[in-house]
T-cell receptor, first 113, second 114 residues
Framework: GNSVTQMEGPVTLSEEAFLTINCTYT??????LFWYVQYPGEGLQLLLK?????DKGSNKGFEATYRKETTSFHLEKGSVQVSDSAVYFC????????????FGKGTHLIIQP | KAGVTQTPRYLIKTRGQQVTLSCSPI?????VSWYQQTPGQGLQFLFE???????NKGNFPGRFSGRQFSNSRSEMNVSTLELGDSALYLC?????????????FGPGTRLTVT
């Protein structure tokens, strides 16, 4: 079946540091890949997505590239801010959505001023 | 455009009772999916409704059921509540379903079973 693996953290960084959150996946077929973010007390917000190999998703300074050869979709940001503190979820969708979105466990990111 | 709304936001129930949660999707969206979020299991897919029909279902017992109305609003029901059902229940809407991938989530209903 489908699965997503990501570091759970917490990951603690200083403001303006470089961020990488690793995400690898196992899936049948050709999945679409997503990063969602969850702020305290809120639901999930789509951060970025990529639907085919070598696609790069980007939004709000975050980027992730769909790497089929390494089955990865690592999230990066060049300079993080305190407001980026949240839980980040890597997710995939395959098989026409029959299993819904498959999520990783989530990475808790803490940015210190 | 208004986002996905879920009611109630918080709920406390006793083991053995049943509960109904409600989700109103974004206007024009025909698909509503439900997910359970717990610290141990993370986010897990419950089911998807599209145009009043259950289209996809996750690996949950029959105590978990749902329905969708003609205005696309959806309800989720859990019968004979167990302590392990304590979780954040999220619903997500999209125009054409989970196969589309991009889903818009509500704030969730926090269910506590005592």
């Amino acid at each position: 079946g489908n699965s997503v693996t990501q570091m759970e953290g917490p990951v603690t960084l200083s403001e303006e540091a470089f961020l990488t959150i690793n995400c690898t996946y196992t899936a049948t077929g050709y999945p679409s890949l997503f990063w969602y973010v969850q702020y305290p007390g809120e639901g999930l917000q789509l951060l970025l997505k990529a639907t085919k190999a070598d696609d790069k998703g980007s939004n709000k300074g975050f980027e992730a590239t769909y790497r089929k050869e390494t089955t990865s979709f690592h999230l990066e940001k060049g300079s993080v801010q305190v407001s980026d503190s949240a839980v980040y979820f890597c997710a995939l969708n395959s098989g026409g959505g029959a299993d819904g979105l498959t999520f990783g466990k989530g990475t808790h990111l803490i940015i210190q001023p | 455009k208004a986002g996905v709304t879920q009611t109630p936001r918080y709920l406390i129930k006793t083991r053995g009772q049943q509960v109904t949660l409600s989700c109103s999707p974004i206007s024009g969206h025909r698909s509503v999916s439900w997910y359970q979020q717990t610290p141990g299991q993370g986010l897990q897919f419950l089911f998807e409704y599209f145009s009043e029909t259950q289209r996809n279902k996750g690996n949950f017992p029959g105590r978990f059921s749902g329905r969708q109305f003609s205005n696309s609003r959806s309800e989720m029901n859990v019968s004979t509540l167990e302590l392990g059902d304590s979780a954040l229940y999220l619903c997500a809407s999209s125009f054409s379903g989970t196969g589309e991938g991009e889903q818009y989530f509500g704030p969730g209903t926090r269910l506590t079973v005592t």
